[in-house]
């Protein structure tokens, strides 16, 4: 036995002692005053990386063939002859192809004016086609149909959750000292395990989480399987909605919550409380929440940045819709 083991509390009284018995008598009467009862934090397991990386670099190979593949130069000519059939008035000249080429290049910083350089040098050296002029390119992008349809022969689990998109290209100094406040956009979405966005909601920093969660679940009723939130949505509204639409349910309790009555939240509460948090997280899968929104959240922002550079509400809400659909694209070739 070592003194370094022993409290400094005892160590004056151990100076005094003499025998083996006195040392070890102290050394008891510290172990059972000092002993800590409380329960033990849950200890993550360490993450070991088991990915192929021959084939995670392929498919990032694959991502940045995608930003510049300009395929709508060979399909321009049956896309607008079927653009164009049956259209009344002045007829098409650009394919939609060629505006989802440079909607996607947009959000990865590219300005209308860059975009129409690339298209001009494209054409230039692969073409010759007709350049679009950048602020009918702007337009063109802006009224871009957004489809966020997930195809699925079964039911899903999905997650929702909800992030904030800026505004401004600047950090929270202008407002902070000198109170500046241009507001922010937030953005809900429903995502799926494999990463792809079902369904999405835009507003401002008012926009209700909740209310566009509820919304989003009464629209795509028939395809959810089971709905994971945070405690955010630990909500009566949420649970009956669910109950009532046959949906299961991983929504995180809050530790206050109350387990009185019969509705379908307090027997949710009854049975977190009854198992235990980590039992309740393994057999709701809770930990899947994560590929199904932050994970989503995640790939955006770093890919295509979480900065808002449109100017106008309806521009802005669409630009923050786009880097979620143009991230759906991608997960959709890689």
């Known amino acids: 036995m070592s003194i370094k083991t022993i409290h400094p509390q005892f160590a ?13 008598s102290q050394y008891l009467k510290q172990q059972s005053l000092f002993k800590d ?9 360490k993450y070991v990386d088991k990915r192929d990386w021959k084939v995670e670099k392929e498919k990032y190979f694959n991502r940045g063939e995608f930003y510049i593949n300009p395929v709508f130069i060979d399909t321009w000519r049956e896309e607008i002859k079927e653009m164009n059939a049956n259209k009344i008035g002045q007829p098409f000249v650009y394919p939609t192809s060629m505006i989802e080429f440079a909607g996607i290049l947009h959000e990865k910083s590219f300005s209308y004016r860059d975009l129409k350089g690339s298209l001009r040098a494209l054409s230039d050296r692969l073409g010759p086609f007709p350049v679009i002029s950048d602020s009918q390119l702007c337009r063109r992008v802006n009224a871009l149909d957004l489809d966020f349809e997930y195809e699925c022969k079964d039911k899903v689990d999905v997650g929702i ?55 989003m679940i009464r629209k795509n009723k028939k395809k959810i399987k089971k709905v994971l939130m945070d405690g955010l949505h630990d909500v009566e509204d949420t649970f009956n909605l669910c109950n009532d639409l046959g949906i299961d349910t991983a929504i995180k309790i ?25 039992q309740w997280v393994k057999e709701k899968g809770y930990g899947y929440r994560w590929p199904s929104s932050e994970g989503i959240f995640s790939g955006v922002k770093r890919i295509f940045g979480e900065n808002l550079n449109a100017k106008k509400k309806k521009p ?14 991608l997960m959709g070739i890689t």
């Open 12 to 24: 004056s009284l151990l100076t005094r002692s003499f025998g083996v018995d006195d040392i070890l």
């Open 37 to 45: 009862d409380s329960p033990k934090k849950w200890i993550r397991k």
């Open 161 to 215: 959750d909800g992030t904030g998109n800026k505004v401004t290209n600047r950090g929270g100094w202008m407002r902070h000292k000198w109170k500046v406040k241009k507001g922010w956009v937030k953005v809900v979405i429903m995502g799926t395990l494999d990463g792809k966005t079902m369904d999405i909601r835009v507003g401002n920093e008012n926009l209700d989480e909740r209310k566009s969660a509820r919304g």
């Open 254 to 278: 809050r530790k206050n919550a109350s387990e009185s009555g019969l509705s379908p939240r307090a027997k949710e509460v009854r049975l977190y409380k009854e198992i235990g948090h980590k």
């Open 316 to 329: 802005i809400y669409k630009q923050a819709k786009r880097k979620f659909w143009a991230y759906n694209k």
